[in-house]
Every structure is written in C-alpha cells, then in structure tokens.
C-alpha cells in the first residue's frame, strides 16, 4: 500500500497569516491526490482534488500544489472558519490511503 | 440537493454482525462509484471499501478483506456494508462517500456517517 505522510500534525497559525501544510507519498501517485478539511463532529469536505483542482464553493484562499510523491495545501490568509484539521488522501491505486492529518490551531 | 443518508449502525458484540445502508438521492446513483470510509474515535480517516457504479467490481481495505461486503441496489438507489465477524477495532463513525464526477476516487459527496460500536 502507498503511505502518506503529513507534516507537521499540528500547526499554531493566526488569522491572517499563511498556512502550508505537505503531504508526502511513499511511491509516485502522479497528480491523484485530494486534500479535506474536516471539523470536529462533521464529515470531511473536499477542498482540492487531481493536486491542485479547487473544488466547487471552496474559497481561492486554498490552493494545492505537487506531483509525483510531495504535495502541498496553502491557505493563502487564515480565516476563523479554518481552524479544523486537514487530510490528504491519494487515488493513484487501491488500498485508497489518507494522511494522518494536520489540526490547525490558533496561535 | 445531493445526498446520502446512512443508517444501521449501532451496538453489537465482538464477532457479531451488522448490515449498514446509505440512501442517495439529487444525482444518477448508478453511474458512481461508492465508497465507505470510516473513522476511529479521536483517529484519522480509513478507507475501507468501493464499489464501480455498475456494482460489478468492488475493492477492500485489507483489515475487512473476507469480513466486509460491499454491495449495491441500483433501482432502491442504495448502498449497503454488510459486516461480519466484528472485532472491537472496527468501532467507528462510518461514512458513505461519493466518487467526483471527474476520474478517480476522490470523495465529493459524505453523509453525516453512522456510529458502530463493536463492545462486549
């Protein structure tokens, strides 16, 4: 199975300020990768999916970059809405695996 | 308005069984590949299994693999997990998740999941 590696699992950010959080594949998975954000006691949301497609509704202040086996979500200005904590997921091939996570706090 | 609502989940003993189902609704259920995800409590997201739209090809996590079912009734719009053999390790919320409508298994759609607890 391909492992994802999150970094760092938690972060401290203030509003305003800019996040980046990096996820890392253990073997190529091209562009095949989502990025959710999930609060606590609520299902995950799709943010990006194929690395750096913006999903429908989800602000431009999120943006996914990367191919191959290192990528990035960056919150460009941190909103109030954001803190909550942030999955990556690939698709490149079965068994489907997601990071580990990052929570992002208020610093 | 797209949808997914599970249901089923609930309290049952270690090697016991339980048969969850998710109701679709607002898109063309047949044409997706779905999916079931779970989470752990206080843990991260696992996948644990899909099934193509035509119900005809199906893929496991390999800690459910010969436990766990995966099926589908396309006329009923429906989704189903049929868990056998529980153990208290597959306690979680488990959620019924939509393909996108681009290629690949990234997940769109979520229900609001439904809590299985595997306890003696």
């Known amino acids: 199975d391909i492992q994802m590696t999150q970094s760092p699992s938690t972060l401290s950010a203030s509003v305003g300020g800019r996040v980046t959080i990096t996820c890392r594949a253990s073997?190529?998975?091209?562009?095949?990768l989502a990025w959710y954000q999930q609060k606590p006691g609520k299902a995950p949301k799709l943010l990006i999916y194929?690395?750096?497609s913006l999903q429908s509704g989800v602000p431009s202040r999120f943006s996914g970059s990367g191919s191959g086996t290192e990528f990035t979500l960056t919150i460009s200005s941190l909103q109030p809405d954001d803190f909550a904590t942030y999955y990556c997921q690939q698709y490149n091939s079965y068994s489907l695996t997601f990071g580990g996570g990052t929570k992002v706090e208020i610093k | 308005e797209v949808q997914l609502v599970e249901s089923g989940g609930g309290l049952v003993q270690p090697g016991g069984s339980l048969r969850l189902s998710c109701a679709a609704s607002g898109f063309n259920f047949n044409t997706y590949t779905m999916n079931w995800v779970r989470q752990a409590p206080g843990k991260g997201l696992e996948w644990v299994s899909s099934?193509?739209?035509?119900?005809?090809?199906?893929n496991y996590a390999a800690s459910v693999k010969g436990r766990f079912i995966i099926s589908r009734d396309n006329s009923k719009n429906t989704l189903y997990l049929q868990m056998n053999r529980l153990r208290v390790e597959d306690t979680a919320v488990y959620y019924c998740v939509k393909d996108v409508p681009t290629w690949g298994s990234a997940f769109d759609i979520w229900g609001q999941g439904t809590v299985v607890t595997v306890s003696s």
């Open positions: 194929e690395a750096s």
């Open positions: 099934i193509s739209g035509g119900g005809d090809s199906t």
């Open positions: 073997q190529s998975i091209s562009s095949w």
